[in-house]
């Protein structure tokens, strides 16, 4: 079975996993927009630095705050003209697996 790599870095790192994690919720708590756009934002930066596995992180958490699948889809492609369809052909996929619950 594969380990969770965020697993892992908190078990080997747990001090600057933590403050990591101040950091992430500090971001969580800015009010410029709601955390569906949030997710969607962070979906297609994943995207474009070709991250599959933080897209398909993403795109679960996306569709836990009521993203439909075309807007999950649509964060990815939107990288097509930026990142190349490399980017896009790379993450699309494990998008569809974020969005099915797989992960």
């Known amino acids: 079975m594969k380990k969770n790599p965020y697993e892992l870095f908190q078990k080997e790192c747990p001090e600057l996993a933590a403050r990591f994690n101040d950091l ?12 569906k756009t949030k997710q969607l934002i962070n979906i297609a930066i994943q995207t474009a630095n070709r991250n599959p596995r933080g897209v398909q992180m993403h795109a679960m958490m ?24 490399a980017s896009v052909l790379e993450c699309l996929p494990a998008a569809i697996d974020g969005l099915e619950g797989k992960f």
């Open 24 to 35: 992430v919720e500090a971001q969580k708590a800015l009010k410029v927009f709601d955390a």
């Open 62 to 85: 996306a569709k836990n705050e009521g993203a439909a699948r075309e807007e999950i889809v649509g964060a990815v492609v939107l990288n097509l003209h930026h990142s190349g369809l």
